[in-house]
């Protein structure tokens, strides 16, 4: 079973008043971790930004969407994005649960 894990997040007015080499700092760690947690299974399937285009467009911005095999490795994701410090400069919600194929999932409406 893989689930599928997305970060939607906008900067907060305390990341904004960073210096931007505190600013590059800050992202150079955030990367390491990254790709820690790709080296322990998390794997990218797309980092973006949300188009201003977009129909019945979301308020956040940022975009990442991650697959993950298991729920355990969803959770030390989860704790490494609160211990990396990103909550203090982005305000962010998450998502996640189970990938499945489509007929499983629109039944999964019509049988609630």
């Known amino acids: 079973m893989s689930l599928a894990f997305i970060e ?3 900067p907060k007015p305390s990341w904004s ?6 600013q590059e700092e800050f992202m150079k760690a955030v990367t390491g971790h990254v790709e820690g947690a790709v080296a322990a299974g998390v794997e990218i399937l797309a980092f973006g930004t949300n188009e201003a285009s977009t129909s019945r467009r979301s308020p956040y911005e940022y975009f990442c969407v ?5 729920a355990d490795l969803a959770r030390e994701f989860e704790n490494l994005i609160q211990a990396s410090g990103w909550y203090d400069y982005f305000e962010q919600t998450n998502l996640c649960g189970k990938s499945v194929g489509v007929a499983e999932h629109f039944h999964s409406h019509i049988s609630r």
């Open 8 to 10: 939607l997040y906008n």
């Open 17 to 22: 008043a960073l210096s931007r080499s505190a």
């Open 66 to 70: 991650y697959r993950l095999p298991h």
